[in-house]
């Protein structure tokens, strides 16, 4: 059974960063987009950045772009949400998930099946 774990989170006052980290265990070769949603205190669920991981192509939301990057470890299963420039805004439980769609179709819109625990996000001003 497939699992996706999170770490990383913590609390960093604003302007800092914060690396987030999901490892997939168990066999399930249909996870070719991955990604990062969060979802703030109250507030619904929202996509953050996605990864395509067999050409890195990434999908950002307009929040985040030019602060937040996405990557992946191929062979260690492990896709990083490097969190820079962080606001109060940031503060969340962050989680990462997984979608069977390719190419083009992997976006922050794509069906995400699997999902983590999520992880804690907390920006101080």
């Known amino acids: 059974q497939a699992h996706l774990v999170e770490s990383g989170g913590g609390s960093v006052q604003a302007g800092g960063s914060l690396r987030l980290s999901c490892a997939a265990s168990?066999?399930?070769?249909?996870?070719?987009?991955m990604g990062w949603f969060r979802q703030p205190p109250g507030k619904e669920r929202e996509g953050v950045a996605a990864?395509?991981?067999?050409?890195?192509?990434?999908d950002y939301a307009d929040s985040v772009k030019g602060r937040f990057t996405i990557s992946q470890d191929m062979d260690k299963k492990i896709v990083y949400l490097q969190m820079d420039s962080l606001n109060p805004e940031d503060t969340a439980v962050y989680y990462c998930?997984?979608?069977?769609?390719?190419?083009?179709?992997?976006?922050?819109?794509?069906?995400?099946?699997?999902w983590g625990q999520g992880t804690q996000v907390t920006v101080s001003s």
């Open positions: 998930a997984a979608a069977r769609s390719y190419g083009s179709l992997c976006t922050l819109h794509a069906s995400f099946y699997l």
């Open positions: 168990g066999y399930d070769s249909s996870r070719p987009c």
């Open positions: 990864i395509y991981i067999h050409d890195e192509t990434t």
